[in-house]
């Protein structure tokens, strides 16, 4: 998710929009992942939520484990700019359905994006280890 | 079975946190204010899910 939401934050901005990526991994973490695979830090903004806060007020922690594990939904949320909810996905399957994914594009209004599934971070991940 | 989950509706304000930014720390709302649209996204632990 993270590769592909990387490689399509410019049609984001585009539409004079912009993204915030919420999880609980501190922000070391969320940094050294980011380096470790993509060699840069990703250019959108995050909130690390390590005490759930925001989780809890947001209703995104699943009542039993994810069967990878952790109890973080993944979830979409589309403000407007009073910061009213103008759409929620919650959870949202966008790292397993394009269709998922390429629904935010079109709620913003802009073009679609390319999603990356899994096999491609794959292929992401050996270039850059190369 | 995982229930329904809550937090807040379509048509309701989003819950207030503090964000970060290259320009300082804007709660949710005023950076709302400043774009067309704000995109909120979570996902849980790269530990568990690192795609």
Request: with cysteine; glycine share 6%; charged share 25%.
């Amino acid at each position: 998710m993270a590769a592909s939401l990387k490689q399509d934050y410019a049609n984001i901005l585009k539409v004079r929009a912009d993204l915030i990526m919420i999880s609980p991994d501190a922000l070391e973490e969320h940094r050294k992942y980011a380096l470790t695979l993509f060699g840069e830090e990703l250019p959108y903004l995050y909130v690390s939520d390590r005490n759930l806060d925001i989780a809890r007020r947001y209703g995104l922690i699943r009542n039993e484990e994810h069967p990878h594990g952790g109890f973080y939904y993944r979830s979409l949320w589309i403000l407007n700019r009073e910061a009213v909810v103008t759409h929620k996905s919650v959870p949202w399957r966008a790292n397993v359905q394009v269709e998922e994914y390429q629904r935010l594009f079109k709620l913003i209004g802009s073009e679609l994006g390319e999603w990356m599934a899994t096999c491609g971070l794959r292929q992401t991940e050996k270039a850059h280890a190369g | 079975m995982i229930d329904e989950p809550e937090g807040p509706r379509v048509g309701e304000k989003a819950p207030e946190f503090l964000i970060e930014t290259p320009d300082g720390r804007f709660p949710l709302s005023q950076l709302a204010a400043h774009h067309e649209k704000l995109i909120l996204t979570s996902q849980d632990s790269y530990r568990y899910h690192p795609n």
